[in-house]
T-cell receptor, first 115, second 110 residues
Framework: ETGVTQTPRHLVMGMTNKKSLKCEQH?????MYWYKQSAKKPLELMFV???????ENNSVPSRFSPECPNSSHLFLHLHTLQPEDSALYLC??????????????FGPGTRLTVL | DQQVKQNSPSLSVQEGRISILNCDYT??????FLWYKKYPAEGPTFLIS?????DKNEDGRFTVFLNKSAKHLSLHIVPSQPGDSAVYFC?????????FGKGTRLSVIA
């Protein structure tokens, strides 16, 4: 596997379910990101991890819980979501998170539908 | 309020002609600017970038221009090809935060 991979690619869940999104990067990067892309809106940064430490949390509701066990893996745990949380969730990584090294490489995304 | 704006949601260009995609930003702290391209059912892919100390960066058919005084950047694609049809996102970065525009859908017509 190369680049940034995300599983699952599609997920349908009820509002009472608990599920997790997984991201893995094979680029040797130190920073990883979760973004949300809703229809007709710009990409919204949710979480940033640098060297496995969370460095930014853009006021995301607590029903989204990230986990970064090492620099290659990033999870987004989901529980009691709302229908408006339906969106494309994108994971990205970059070498350091600073300046020109902050070029981010994206995975294909998980298309989430909350019923 | 949006810090990075792409005011044209869509653009159609004939094959072989120049495509010009525009982007405006409001925060003067941004020091690194990027363009990404996105095909349906895929994540955005990095295309080209420019540091705030430069005003132009070229890579093959793609050139990005930065006008810091106007807080404006543009992406030129010449000649445009049908495979360039995609959504193009402008992004601006400062420290660990990258802010994206809403995207412009480019259609290159054969």
């Amino acid at each position: 596997e190369t680049g940034v991979t995300q599983t699952p690619r599609h997920l349908v869940m009820g509002m009472t379910n608990k599920k997790s999104l997984k991201c893995e990067q094979h680029l040797g990067h130190n920073a990883m990101y979760w973004y949300k892309q809703s229809a007709k809106k710009p990409l919204e940064l949710m979480f940033v991890y640098s060297l496995e430490e969370r460095v930014e949390n853009n006021s995301v509701p607590s029903r989204f819980s990230p986990e970064c066990p090492n620099s290659s893996h990033l999870f987004l745990h989901l529980h009691t979501l709302q229908p408006e949380d339906s969106a494309l969730y994108l994971c990205a990584s970059s070498s350091s998170g600073f300046g020109e090294a902050d070029t981010q490489y994206f995975g294909p995304g998980t298309r989430l539908t909350v019923l | 309020d949006q810090q990075v704006k792409q005011n044209s949601p869509s653009l159609s260009v004939q094959e072989g002609r120049i495509s010009i995609l525009n982007c405006d930003y409001t925060n003067s702290m941004f020091d690194y600017f990027l363009w990404y391209k996105k095909y349906p059912a895929e994540g955005p892919t990095f295309l080209i970038s420019i540091s705030s100390i430069k005003d132009k960066n070229e890579d093959g058919r793609f050139t990005v221009f930065l006008n810091k005084s106007a807080k404006h950047l543009s992406l030129h694609i010449v000649p445009s090809q049908p495979g360039d049809s995609a959504v193009y996102f402008c992004a601006a970065s400062a420290s660990r935060i990258t802010v994206f525009g809403k995207g412009t859908r480019l259609s290159v017509i054969a």
